[in-house]
């Protein structure tokens, strides 16, 4: 036995304590130390006693604690998608998942022959029309894939080691959801009757993405951060319809609750939508001798309960104030999103925003 171990106290030399933070907090653990196995046997028989009697007193734990599959496999998918922070999966799975499974939803529009049918029930009556026609498609179509595809614009792993792929993905994107856009925006002069409140917010929509769409464009080679956040307001602005779509759910059940909502149709649209019998019992005055059905309005209940034509009443009258709505919460949602993770994209590194303090540590390694 060497110099250092005889000088040792007998206290520290048969028993001693450590700290594990492997696993969590610090704990700490008794051990015997094996300067006591050189020791007489009265001091050894005294260590056992001592050691069974603290066995006794306390459970068995485990050599290591269980294994959390799901956070494991939380953090290994994150990784592997680039994403360094522990929300940013959890955002992309959530609001691009929403994105993407509206655009599936959607997509059955794209069969020409079942898109009238697809649409709010007397919709078609304008958009049949030979200018609403093909900017309708048009803007069903390139809507569609640029909103799937642009999800996949947010993947830092693309960035990383598919900058060809980003930029041509990131083109094809911008290509899709501003023209798209801009088609969506003649439409809109009908779209569910063209009322005014809805025009307006469907042409402030269009305005909002393509300008950022083309901001974002502009700033691809000059400013990175700016290039993301214009970007992102892009894809967010766009998603308002979404949005809106569910609230429209929840608003017409309220109206219809409400039962004192009415919106204005043209006798055309009703009598397009309602058989002969139907009309001369509900609306009289459009099928009355000498009425004009193209330039004579009625009032039609808004109600969920009562027929396709009511239930298109109650979207009309209430698809405008979901608009805006949705487009406030869009709008202070990304900027409370861009203020939020301005300290994770500070600076470009390679292709991608990386914070700074993790960018000055890679360069020093």
């Not at 700290?19 to 051990?31: A, H, M, N, W």
């Not at 993905?169 to 002069?189: K, S, T």
């Not at 979901?322 to 709008?331: E, G, P």
Request: hydrophobic share 45%; aromatic share 12%; net charge positive.
């Amino acid at each position: 036995m060497s110099a250092a171990s005889k000088s040792r106290p007998a206290s520290q030399a048969r028993t001693g304590t450590t700290k594990s933070v492997l696993y969590g907090p610090e704990t700490e653990t008794s051990f015997i130390s094996p300067y006591a196995l050189g020791g007489d046997a009265e001091t050894s028989e005294a260590l056992d006693s001592r050691s069974r009697a603290e066995l006794g007193r306390r459970p068995l734990e485990p050599s290591s604690p269980p294994r959390d599959t799901l956070l494991n496999g939380y953090r290994s998918l994150s990784w592997l998608l680039g994403f360094r922070q522990s929300y940013s999966l959890v955002n992309g799975v959530i609001w691009g998942g929403a994105l993407i499974g509206f655009c599936l939803a959607r997509s059955f529009t794209m069969n020409v022959s079942r898109t009238p049918s697809l649409l709010v029930p007397g919709e078609w009556f304008w958009l049949s029309a030979p200018i609403y026609k093909v900017n309708i498609f048009i803007h069903i179509y390139l809507t569609t894939i640029g909103g799937i595809f642009s999800v996949f614009q947010f993947f830092p792993a693309i960035r990383r080691k598919n900058v060809l792929l980003h930029r041509l993905n990131g083109y094809g994107v911008l290509f899709c959801l501003v023209v798209g856009n801009i088609c969506g925006a003649i439409v809109a002069r009908r779209s569910i009757g063209g009322e005014l409140n809805v025009q307006s917010a469907y042409y402030i929509l269009a305005i909002m993405v393509v300008y950022s769409g083309l901001l974002g464009a502009y700033y691809v080679k000059r400013d990175t951060r700016l290039h993301r956040r214009w970007m992102l307001r892009m894809v967010v602005y766009f998603s308002t319809i979404v949005t809106a779509r569910l609230i429209v759910l929840a608003a017409r059940e309220i109206v219809t609750m409400i039962g004192t909502y009415y919106s204005i149709w043209r006798c055309d649209e009703i009598i397009n939508l309602l058989e002969s019998p139907d009309v001369q019992n509900s609306f009289p005055q459009c099928v009355a001798p000498g009425a004009n059905a193209s330039a004579l309005w009625v009032a039609v209940h808004a109600s969920t309960k009562r027929g396709p034509l009511y239930l298109a009443s109650s979207v009309r009258a209430t698809l405008g104030m979901c608009l805006w709505i949705a487009t406030l919460m869009h709008m202070a949602g990304v900027e409370y999103y861009l203020y939020q993770t301005d300290a994770s994209n500070q600076v470009r590194f390679g292709f991608v925003l990386e914070p700074l303090d993790w960018v000055e540590e890679d360069i020093k390694s």
